[in-house]
């Protein structure tokens, strides 16, 4: 009965009108749907419910499956991006115009003028019986020492200066013949736990001048699984390789990964190692964490540079022996720029003169008439500064996180037929009341056949 019925029936006759109405748990499923459909937050299922003509309630259907179809095209578009796992990396340009010309400072590369600062020096020097001279012609190295003390108090204890300064002597005499074309020293800059590979990355170092590297430093950090296949841990191959540098922390770095695979393939084919990978004395076999300590091919045996080339072209073989090569996670470089001065001073030359007769490397054999040319054919000195504090860090970052899915699932979801989160509390609500529902049925089915048996017996 509706409710003005019961209001009737109570008036005409003396009884409760709250007896007359129907207890909410027996209402029928068809009421609770309807009354779902007429409340609910979500669009177009209301115009459904109210609809009074058929024509009005066939719009409403068709425009409510066709939103609703489009929605869910977007939503799986969103998911389906987001399981391709796409990154990004954010780089930020500023532009001026117009730009203010840059500050050119331009110094003498000595800092000091000898002929004002010979005399205060030895004067400073013989009063703390440093020395005992008054030769303003002649400076010797050992007097050199205590410049540092005479221009500041030094008090770098316990710190470093952030500079790095060595000298070198090439011993060109020395070289073997036709291995080499150019008389030269290497220099490499690279991060602490980066494997050196100088034959790859090293600058070259030409005699006679002093060097100045000036360097920044940039790192680049990619996302790990599943946006890239990046690995920072030695395998068991490359970690027995490093074990031979005492005392160092080297990290996964994909070239040396390759050497390492190169070795162990061409052990597998040859029975013996590429001699030009000397560094790599050991090996450990695909399948197995046994290392092995190999021998190295003759030079002459062509089946070393023929296992290389073979792993190399064979992508079966490359993917058995080299497939824990991927790139680093983490990478340091360091920029760097160059710069060199003619060296030795003349200064220098009788002290180099004299390391280098004091050496326990043979002379050449006119060394006695051109030691002034030999020097200048061989001697090195090597700077280096950091030019910046400032380290440029490059960050891959995932461009759809979790939480940017999930927006955009709501996005599409509100702005096509307006569900959000209280609208699923809604169809919950609806479920559990029409279980609620069928419960209630069940038990009173229930009590009626029990009624039933008992008045039967």
Not at 46 to 62: D, E, K, L, Y
Not at 142 to 150: E, R
Not at 313 to 325: E, H, L, N, P
Request: charged residues 15%.
């Amino acid at each position: 009965m509706s409710n003005e019925t019961i209001k009737y029936v109570a008036t005409i006759f003396p009884i409760d009108a709250e007896v007359l109405k129907a207890d909410p748990k027996s209402r029928r499923t068809g009421s609770i749907i309807k009354e779902f459909s007429l409340n609910t937050s979500t669009h177009g299922i209301p115009g459904i419910a109210r609809s009074q003509s058929i024509q009005n309630r066939i719009f409403w259907c068709i425009s409510t499956l066709i939103f609703t179809g489009v929605m869910i095209f977007f939503i799986t578009q969103s998911i389906r991006e987001y399981f391709e796992y796409p990154s990004q990396t954010s780089v930020s340009i500023a532009v001026g115009w117009p730009q203010a010309f840059p500050a050119v400072t331009i110094c003498n590369y000595s800092p000091l003028r000898y002929d004002r600062f010979i005399g205060p020096f030895l004067n400073y020097t013989n009063t703390l019986n440093l020395t005992n001279t008054t030769d303003t012609t002649n400076f010797t190295f050992a007097q050199s020492l205590y410049i540092n003390d005479f221009l500041v108090r030094d008090n770098s204890e316990n710190g470093g200066t952030g500079l790095f300064q060595s000298r070198f002597y090439v011993h060109q005499h020395q070289y073997v013949p036709y291995i080499l074309y150019a008389t030269r020293m290497v220099a490499l800059v690279r991060d602490n736990v980066q494997f050196p590979y100088i034959e790859m990355a090293g600058m070259y170092l030409a005699p006679g001048r002093h060097h100045k590297f000036s360097y920044s430093k940039k790192s680049n950090v990619f996302l790990p699984a599943p946006y890239t296949t990046c690995n920072d841990k030695p395998n068991l191959g490359m970690q027995i390789m490093f074990d031979q540098y005492q005392g160092a922390d080297y990290a996964h770095t994909q070239y040396h990964c390759y050497g390492v695979c190169i070795q162990a393939y061409t052990y597998q084919k040859c029975g013996c190692g590429h001699p030009f990978r000397w560094a790599i004395r050991s090996v450990v076999l695909p399948g197995t964490d046994k290392a092995i300590n190999i021998s190295f091919c003759d030079i002459n045996n062509p089946c070393y540079t023929d296992a290389a080339a073979e792993l190399m072209s064979t992508r079966s073989i490359w993917t058995t022996y080299c497939s824990d090569c991927i790139q680093e996670c983490s990478t340091s470089d360091f920029m760097i720029k160059s710069s060199s001065l003619l060296a030795p001073p003349q200064f220098l030359m009788n002290d180099i003169k004299r390391f280098v007769e004091s050496s326990k490397i043979p002379l050449p054999s006119n060394w006695s008439t051109s030691w002034v040319s030999e020097i200048q054919y061989n001697y090195v000195s090597l700077e280096v500064a950091y030019e910046t504090s400032r380290t440029e860090i490059y960050t891959e970052e995932a461009t759809l996180s979790p939480v940017g899915v999930l927006s955009n699932v709501g996005g599409q979801t509100g702005l096509w037929i307006g569900i959000s989160f209280l609208s699923l509390m809604e169809i919950a609500e609806m479920i559990y009341r029409l279980i609620r529902y069928q419960c209630h049925k069940l038990r009173k089915t229930l009590r009626k056949r029990h009624t039933t048996q008992q008045i039967n017996e």
